[in-house]
């Protein structure tokens, strides 16, 4: 299915078939490396970590709510914090 993928990509993008053939060949499945995290996946690992080690997990739900909707600002989080 992969290989079908990047010949299709490569149409696509009018490739030639010795381009398209080198992608193919040069595709190795599950040699990707890997990208840095990001906030929003920081984000959700804490709180998953978090959610974990705490007795009543919807607590830590109702804060991001919070959150969500602006009741606690970005100074209030930090106060916390520090």
């Known amino acids: 299915m992969a290989y079908q993928a990047i010949g299709r990509r490569g149409r696509i993008q009018n490739k030639s078939d010795e381009e398209i053939a080198a992608a193919q060949i040069g595709y190795r499945p599950g040699k990707r490396a890997v990208g840095e995290s990001t906030p929003r996946s920081r984000a959700r690992n804490a709180?998953?970590?978090?959610?974990?080690?705490?007795?009543?997990?919807?607590?830590?739900?109702?804060?991001?709510?919070?959150?969500?909707?602006?009741q606690l600002t970005e100074a209030e989080l930090e106060a916390l914090n520090s």
């Open 47 to 70: 709180a998953d970590k978090a959610a974990q080690k705490i007795s009543n997990p919807d607590l830590l739900t109702q804060l991001m709510e919070k959150v969500a909707s602006g």
